[in-house]
């Protein structure tokens, strides 16, 4: 499944070697002979040219993922995965509309909430017109709103020592419950959302109701749906099998999922 991701993971492999290797150069810089023959010059430029390439791809995480316009909207945003929660916990939740519904914000904060959807929707606002990639090969282009996650962590007060973003959800896939994780670029990345409306209607059950992660600079399956809590934490280790998403533990999806 990973065509989509491989070739950055080997251009910055490649990228790594290349820089590495004219790192080494210095040792020789003594040698005017070596130094100056054209095959060195083209190593040493070449190194120059990849370490630019993996310094964009790293200091780029902050950039934005491109947004549409109405018009682009598709006609039906399809679901993937869970489409309707098992259990009588969730179907009491959606026949009360989801007024009990309740998010956990837990772990690594000096100020641990438990929201309501209506505390959600009174925050302010970010709506978002994206393009959602899945793995599978299918893309769709949806609107979303809802509170960026930055604003939660705020009043949450996260602390310093977080590193990570746990998302836990209502859905099993097998015995696991669905999880999904990443780390405090993405989670403080202005596009990443708390989504709860779809094209400006309330979101529906198939794709994650009452709320759902939108992290606009990720794959599909990094957008955990029927969120319940949200968890800071230093490490992923012992949480689910430590790999830090439910796909991640059943198949070596990879965790930085990042497009
Ligand atoms: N809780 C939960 N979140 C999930 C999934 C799931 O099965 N359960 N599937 C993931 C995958 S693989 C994709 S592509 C998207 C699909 O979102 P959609 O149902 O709105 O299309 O949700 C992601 N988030
Ligand atoms: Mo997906």
Redesign the pocket.
């Known amino acids: 499944m990973t065509g989509l991701i491989l070739p950055r993971r080997r251009l910055i492999a490649r990228a790594g070697g290349v820089v590495a290797a004219a790192g080494a150069l210095p040792l020789l810089a003594g040698c005017d002979a070596i130094n100056e023959a054209p095959a060195v010059r083209k190593i040493l430029s070449m190194g120059e040219e990849m370490n630019r390439a993996s310094q964009r791809a790293l200091m780029n995480r902050g950039a934005l993922a491109r947004e549409f316009t109405v018009a682009d909207l598709s006609p039906v945003?399809?679901?993937?995965?869970?489409?309707l929660p098992d259990g009588e916990d969730y179907a009491a939740q959606a026949r009360a509309g989801f007024a009990n519904w309740r998010l956990a914000v837990t772990g690594l904060v000096a100020r641990p909430l438990s929201l309501s959807m209506a505390d959600i929707r009174a925050m302010p606002q970010r709506t978002q017109i994206t393009r959602?990639d899945?793995?599978?090969g299918w893309s769709?282009i949806g609107g979303w709103t809802g509170p960026q996650l930055r604003r939660i962590l705020e009043a949450a007060k996260v602390r310093n020592s977080a590193r990570y973003i746990v998302f836990r959800?209502?859905?099993r896939?097998g015995d696991a419950l669905?999880y999904?994780s990443c780390d405090m670029v993405d989670a403080l990345h202005p596009q990443t959302i708390l989504a709860w409306a779809l094209n400006g209607e309330i979101l529906p059950i198939?794709?994650?109701a009452p709320l759902?992660l939108r992290i606009e600079r990720q794959l599909?399956?990094?957008?955990?749906?029927?969120l319940t809590g949200i968890e800071a934490v230093a490490s992923l280790d012992g949480i689910g099998a430590g790999k830090g998403g439910?796909?991640e533990d059943q198949v070596d999806y990879e965790w930085y999922a990042g497009i």
């Open positions: 945003f399809r679901s993937n995965g869970t489409s959602h899945c793995v599978e769709a959800c209502a859905d896939i669905y999904e198939a794709n994650g759902r599909g399956y990094k957008h955990a749906k029927y439910f796909w």
